[in-house]
């Protein structure tokens, strides 16, 4: 069964566009990850099953992976000291991660390898990706030579985050913060990289979040990492460069948007059955790929 939302009585609570977080007080939070899904800066009215459970699951195997500091505290929703009955435990499983408090870094720390989205439209305009000009003549979706860029982006409550430059973001927060986020940032994506690879998966590109702590030297990472939700994925076996990758993401929502008339300005329409079924099933097979194991609630 879905979770489109929760209400967890007594406490404090923001909701994210897929997130509910929870203030359970001191330096803790109690984040969890609904079904909801959001296309063309809208969340729809209708959840994927499950989709909350692939996004928890595979970013704490990605935390273990990449063996850096993070959020984390417990995936155990009875650390988190709270009197709820066995029907809301049940909802909840799988879905929780009891963080530390942190303040955010506002930026999204955005590392693509791949010519590909916003990044590929930019280019197609003016040779440039985020302002920054890379090599001529490569088609969507090629490798980004000589190496991977860094293009930081503005976090929006609402709408579309805005791509910026790193001028921008080393005058908001200073050179020493800004050049530790892309020098570790472009290491995270590198390694991940080389993960996936293993897999047969092409790690195009991805975002990371980060929060600074009173007692970690540097800032740790927070939110998700490397989910189908912050990352885009494509099959290695079927890559070629020259248009649109398939990908292991909402493209299946986003497709079935563009065929209703929906003029993305009111409401959104409910989901079809079939659409709601593939999308859940490419987000359990991004996870199963990736970590080599059976998606544990299907």
């Given at each position: ?17 897929v997130r ?31 989709k ?12 273990d ?9 417990s ?84 709408g ?5 430059s ?46 600074i ?41 986003r ?23 593939r999308?859940?099933?490419?987000y ?15």
């Open positions: 069964m879905a979770l489109f939302e929760t209400d967890l009585p007594g406490l404090p609570r923001r909701r994210g566009k509910d977080v929870y203030d359970l007080g001191v330096d803790r939070l109690l984040i969890v990850a609904t079904d909801r899904i959001s296309a063309f800066d809208w969340v729809l009215p209708t959840p994927i099953p499950d909350g459970r692939v996004l928890t699951a595979l970013s704490n195997w990605w935390f992976e990449l063996k850096t500091d993070d959020h984390r505290v995936t155990d929703i009875d650390d988190a000291g709270l009197n709820l009955g066995d029907e809301i435990r049940d909802a909840l499983t799988g879905r929780v991660v009891i963080a530390r408090k942190a303040e955010v870094v506002p930026f999204e720390c955005v590392v693509r390898g791949y010519l590909s989205g916003s990044g590929w439209k930019e280019y197609r305009d003016r040779g440039t990706v985020c302002g920054e000009r890379i090599a001529s003549n490569l088609l969507e979706s090629s490798l980004i030579v000589p190496a991977p860029i860094f293009t930081p982006a503005t976090k929006a409550a609402t579309h985050d805005e791509n910026i790193f001028a921008r973001m080393k005058g908001a927060i200073g050179d020493d913060l800004a050049n530790d986020l892309r020098d570790r940032s472009r290491s995270l994506y590198q390694r991940a990289r080389e993960i996936a690879e293993e897999r047969g998966l092409i790690l195009a590109d991805t975002k990371f979040e980060f929060g702590v009173p007692d970690r030297p540097r800032p740790i990472l927070i939110d998700e990492v490397l989910t189908p939700d912050s990352s885009r994925y494509w099959p290695a076996a079927s890559y070629k460069p020259g248009g649109a990758q398939p990908s292991f993401d909402k493209q299946f929502v497709d079935y948007l563009e065929t209703t008339g929906w003029d993305k300005q009111s409401p959104p329409p409910p989901l079809p059955d079939d659409v709601v079924a999308t859940r099933e490419k359990i097979e991004c996870y199963e790929i990736l970590t080599g194991q059976a998606f544990p609630w299907t």
